[in-house]
Structures are given as structure tokens and as C-alpha cells.
């Protein structure tokens, strides 16, 4: 099993700046991808930034220029830091990896989420 564990989250003023970070713990072999997504009430899970073992990053448009994704291989951890907070970006932050698990012959890549963390930015 693997288990994804975010923390970080809370109430800010508008302008103003968080770190998320997730943990990832388990029979993990490797983690390909690690991502951040968030969902604000009454609408879908949607990206807001990915970035793979090799360092290459995507973002959401609205986001980019904010926000920035980190990771640490060694440590299965990945972060994100949030500045110039805005009351759009209010939501439920979901950690996502993608990860190898098993054993010789019997590899799977699946996807593994984190339980969530609130991020509320006031106006």
C-alpha cells in the first residue's frame, strides 16, 4: 500500500503566501509523477501543477508566476509554494503521485492521492 499525506494548509489574507507539502510512504519501487490538484465546492477536481521525476513542470495557467512545485526524490516529497494568494485559489489541495509498486515480474503503476488539506484565502 501507498499512503500520501499533505500538510501546510490553512487560512491566509489575500496577497498573501503558503507551503504545501505531501509525503509519499510505502511499498513505493518509484514515483514517476507528482502532482498538486484542488477542488473548490460545487466544481470538479481540476490540475494545478505536475512535475516528473526529472524536474519537468507543468501549471495551470492561473496559477503560473504564483506558484511553484518542488520535489525531492530521494524523500518521495513534493511541494508547492503559493504566493500572492487570491480568494480563487480557495480550495481543497489534493496530492497525486504516480507510482510503481510490486515486485519482479509483477510491476503496476497506479495512482495514489493524498486525503486533502483546506487552503482559504480571504479577501
Known amino acids: 500500500q501507498v499512503q500520501l499525506v499533505e500538510s501546510g494548509g490553512g487560512l491566509v489574507q489575500a496577497g498573501g503566501s503558503l507551503r504545501l507539502s505531501c509525503a509519499a510512504s510505502?511499498?513505493?519501487?518509484?514515483?514517476?509523477?507528482m502532482g498538486w490538484y484542488r477542488q473548490a465546492p460545487g466544481k470538479q477536481r481540476e490540475l494545478v501543477a505536475t512535475?516528473?521525476?526529472?524536474?519537468?513542470?507543468n501549471y495551470d495557467d492561473s496559477v503560473k508566476d504564483r506558484f511553484a512545485i518542488s520535489r525531492d526524490n530521494a524523500k518521495n516529497t513534493v511541494s508547492l509554494q503559493m504566493n500572492i494568494l487570491k480568494p480563487e485559489d480557495t480550495a481543497v489541495y489534493y496530492c497525486?503521485?504516480?507510482?510503481?509498486?510490486?515486485?519482479?515480474?509483477?510491476?503496476?503503476?497506479?495512482?495514489?492521492w493524498g486525503q486533502g488539506t483546506q487552503v482559504t484565502v480571504s479577501s
Open positions: 497525486n503521485g504516480y507510482v510503481l509498486t510490486g515486485r519482479s515480474p509483477n510491476y503496476r503503476w497506479s495512482d495514489y
Open positions: 512535475i516528473t521525476s526529472g524536474g519537468s513542470t
Open positions: 510505502g511499498s513505493i519501487v518509484s514515483i514517476n509523477r
